[in-house]
């Protein structure tokens, strides 16, 4: 089955400390990207990917970190947490800048 | 900084009714137009990706238009039904570039 596949789905943690947030797709997509979705604010963009190795900045980057060392996956990284993090997380992919966006299930995330 | 703008931000009808919203962006420069439908505590999902001007896309009762030179598109739901209730979330894109979503216009169908 197709799928883009996000853990842990829910996550409570402390200021400072350290958490990675993964991101798989079996798809074979080039793209890959992070969003945050806030009340009254929409999905906002936090870093995307066009292929390996290649990523840049969205949105909304500041406090959050990437890699892209497989296509399949695009973990998201938060060195420092801090409670204007707290949110809602979709990794999302598709296949090129035309093509169908594929979110996966979400990671709610409340750092206190 | 580039801007998609949707309207309305809500609406309600009754069972049956057709609607209508409407999704804006920067005519320049224009690469995709995808429309995506989120229901309440599941994840988007994509309805259409449209790239030329004058697209049309339609699916069951569902369909879209494009307009690239004005920087519109509209999302027509025809005989609207309960299970319609949604988000409908519109997102542009330049070439090479990332998507930029609106913040979404919430349906909610009465029966």
């Known amino acids: 089955e197709a799928q883009v596949t996000q853990n842990p789905r829910y996550l409570i943690t402390v200021t400072g400390k350290k958490l990675t947030v993964t991101c798989s797709q079996n798809m074979n997509h080039e793209y890959m990207s992070w969003y945050r979705q ?3 604010l929409g999905l906002r963009q936090i870093y995307y990917s ?3 190795e290649v990523t840049d900045k969205g949105d909304v980057p500041e406090g959050y970190k990437v890699s892209r060392k497989e296509k399949r996956n695009f973990p998201l990284i938060l060195e420092s947490p801090s409670p204007n993090q707290t949110s809602l997380y979709f990794c999302a992919s598709r296949t090129g800048v035309g093509g169908k966006q594929y979110f996966g299930p979400g990671t709610r995330l409340t750092v206190t | 900084i580039l801007n998609v703008e949707q309207s309305p931000q809500s609406l309600h009808v009754q069972e049956g009714d057709s609607t209508n919203f409407t999704c804006s962006f920067p005519s320049s420069n224009f690469y995709a137009l995808h429309w995506y439908r989120w229901e309440t505590a599941k994840s ?3 309805l259409f990706v449209m790239t030329l001007n004058g697209d049309e896309k339609k699916k069951g009762r569902i369909s879209a ?5 004005e920087g519109y598109s509209y999302l027509y739901i025809k005989g609207s039904q309960p299970e319609d209730s949604a988000t409908y979330l519109c997102a542009f894109s330049q070439a090479g570039t990332a998507l930029i ?5 919430t349906l909610s169908v009465s029966s």
């Open chain 1, 50 to 52: 066009m292929n390996v």
């Open chain 2, 44 to 46: 988007p999902e994509a």
């Open chain 2, 101 to 105: 979503f609106g913040k979404g216009t």
């Open chain 2, 65 to 69: 238009t494009l307009n690239t030179k």
């Open chain 1, 38 to 40: 806030d009340p009254g």
